[in-house]
């Protein structure tokens, strides 16, 4: 059989390195993007590009047809979860099975909740209590029961929070946008605590590596990044490779809701605050255990890599 990489959501951080990474291989490989998201080339010139928005089974069934490995990188605002990502993920599921595909669904850690311990391991409970954290349970939850009942081969990769290229996010991306101009950073939360932290390029090679093992479907994977850092060492090291000396401006909990007044998107990541002020260390052992060679990007590599990218585009 024709091997066949189909990435859903190629032109969001994690889909956009997995399409190049598998294209860099000479993985034959799809990026399933919806048309307004990105011009066909961004793209590498041997990856096809699909126009489809997998909110449409049909489109998605066709999307990908062939594939024998399916990505599920979809981006969604925080303010479209409740509509979209439960729905969306349903019908990729639905494209996986009538494609005999595997299926390779990263997740992070809001479905846990505030942690109960630290590290936080893989059996760690699925607490989160909000509305956001509870559509990734639910749709952690569909996709397990796919995977238990036959329907497809489903492995997830857990991840932190990513930064790196295409990394757009209010405050991980508002750092390094901020660095590249020049402005002084807005961070809300504790600067001291230890946090997980992981570099795109890492976490689309992760999902190769998983995807790739049989014996890997059927489970939940944290890939933790390298050594847990501290939002004010990673803020120290940007600036510094910048080439500038660091000015923070905290973003306080009134105003996090006051800026929710106005912004959808801010209001809904009020229920994740406590990412921001407590320590967020995943525990990566299984991880290591299994992929002993893998090595995850020096942390000073990881930042010049990512600077010099918002340099380049001048995101605004």
């Known amino acids: 059989m024709k091997e066949l990489h189909v990435v859903f959501g190629a032109s969001g951080p994690v889909g956009f390195a997995l399409v190049r990474q598998l294209a860099d291989a000479g993985v034959p490989v799809r990026a399933v993007?919806?048309?307004?998201?990105?011009?066909r080339?961004?793209?590498p010139a041997h990856a096809e590009?699909?126009?489809?928005?997998?909110?449409?089974?049909?489109?998605?069934?066709?999307a990908a047809e062939g594939a024998t490995v399916v990505y599920r990188c979809i981006t969604v605002s925080f303010s479209q979860w409740a509509?979209?990502?439960?729905p969306i993920t349903e019908n990729i599921v639905k494209a996986a099975e009538e494609a005999g595909a595997r299926l390779v669904s990263p997740g992070t850690v809001y479905v846990y909740g505030p942690p109960q311990r630290q590290p936080v391991t893989e059996d760690h409970p699925l607490a989160a209590v909000g509305p956001m954290g509870k559509v990734r349970i639910a749709t952690q939850s569909m996709l397990c029961k796919a995977h238990r009942s036959g329907v497809v081969k489903v492995v997830i990769p857990r991840f932190p929070d990513l930064f790196g290229p295409r990394v757009l996010t209010r405050f991980h991306g508002g750092l390094f946008r901020r660095a590249s101009t020049g402005?002084?950073?807005?961070?809300?939360?504790?600067?001291?605590i230890?946090?997980?932290?992981?570099?795109?390029?890492d976490a689309a090679r992760a999902c190769i590596e998983l995807g790739r093992r049989e014996e890997a479907y059927g489970r939940v994977w944290h890939v933790p990044g390298p050594a847990p850092l501290t939002p004010r060492a990673l803020i120290d090291m940007v600036y510094e490779t910048a080439g500038l000396r660091p000015c923070i401006r905290r973003v306080s909990t009134l105003g996090l809701r006051l800026e929710g007044i106005f912004d959808p998107d801010m209001r809904s990541f009020y229920e994740f605050r406590y990412r921001f002020e407590q320590p967020q260390i995943m525990d990566g052992t299984r991880f290591a255990i299994e992929f002993p060679e893998f090595q995850f990007t020096p942390y000073e590599e990881a930042v010049r890599i990512t600077l010099d990218w918002f340099k380049e585009h001048s995101l605004s």
Do not use: Q, T
């Open 83 to 86: 509509e979209l990502w439960l």
């Open 33 to 39: 993007v919806r048309e307004d998201e990105i011009a």
């Open 194 to 201: 230890p946090r997980s932290l992981l570099f795109v390029e």
């Open 41 to 43: 080339s961004a793209f």
């Open 49 to 62: 590009v699909f126009f489809c928005d997998p909110i449409h089974r049909r489109r998605a069934i066709e």
């Open 183 to 192: 402005e002084p950073v807005r961070w809300y939360g504790r600067l001291d």
